[in-house]
């Protein structure tokens, strides 16, 4: 905080040495010299900091104060880091040069007097190589420039809960059930990402509601039709394409379960994923059902979490690389990896996948995590 906080002060310092540099042939030094210690007195109050409020954020009104500015954030709002280091390389990839990858995530987050929460993702990374571009190992690629991944609003309605935002996830307000940590985005959402994890690139407005007993129920609607000026064409539009979806779940202390239903207009998923902890590993399933009019497809993801291994956790999982009909040729993808914490700050995990396809992939990767 303290180095950002230095880098908002620069600029402002910079501007104020400017004016004197330019000024400073127009000194009378002759005058100066006819001072002396005399005629020089020096007030203590002024080296004093006027106040220690943090006013570069006003978490109560969401604006900036100009006055009594001491470079901070205000007690409402925060700021979180995270920095993915991803070293690896790929068998029966077209590229299969050992390649290193990175991304940073930032997100701030301003809580209001009614509750509110105003959160705001930007993400910056040059994951364009085939290890972290094209074999999906949760790596995003924004070439090298600073993207902002979502804006949302999140506010309390009665014992609702309303997200507002854009470009940001239906399933952002969804409970899930997937216990299992992913290496692969294969696995993600334990193999349901089109309906438990169904998505939304555009306007988005969902709401959740928790019962006391353990269920919980949510959905929403994103507007996700794009044109080629890359605007997001609005919700609820003939022009546009809207994705529909909603979640039901249910979580107890040693298992859950969560169904969703979604719909883009071209093809409409049904998902359920669960989890159940035994004493020595946490099982985690995954089915989705797709139809595409034409066809349906399905697909499915089964993986065990270990989370006492030495000081990490091993997952170890299976599942289909998509959804496939019955006169698709199926193919398979088989992962394991190993997180282990250095510090409070620093995960290093190292991990393998074989997936199945026209060629055969093999890819090996260390990936290492800071968050802060």
Known sequence: MKLFQQLL???????????????????NLDAISNYSQDNLEIDGNLFQQKSSDNTLLSGGEGL???????????????????VDFLVGAVDGATNEKTTFDYQMGIGLETEFSNGGILSATIDIGNATSTIGGTTGLNFDGTSDALKLDGLTYTFPLGSATVMVGDNTDISTVYTGACAYSS??????????????????????????????SGFSL???????????????????????????GIEAAYTADSYGVSVAYSDNESSTFWGINGNYAFDFATLSVGVESEDTGSATKEGYFVGLSFAEVGTGTLDIGMGTTANFADSDTEYYIYEASYAYPVNDSMTITPGVYIREGSTDQTGIAVKTSFSF
């Open 183 to 212: 290496f692969t985005d294969y696995m993600g959402n334990c193999g349901t990402g089109n309906s438990v994890g169904v998505g939304g690139n555009g306007v988005t407005a969902a709401a959740s509601y928790t019962f006391d």
């Open 9 to 27: 002060v620069a600029p402002a310092a910079l501007g104020l040495l400017a004016p004197l540099s330019l000024s400073a042939s127009e000194v």
């Open 218 to 244: 949510a959905g929403g609607i994103s507007a996700t039709q794009i044109d080629s000026s890359d605007v997001v064409t609005g919700l609820l539009t003939k022009e546009g394409t809207d994705t529909y």
């Open 64 to 82: 900036v104060e100009t006055s009594d500015f001491s470079g901070g954030f205000s007690d409402t709002t925060m700021a979180s880091f995270g």
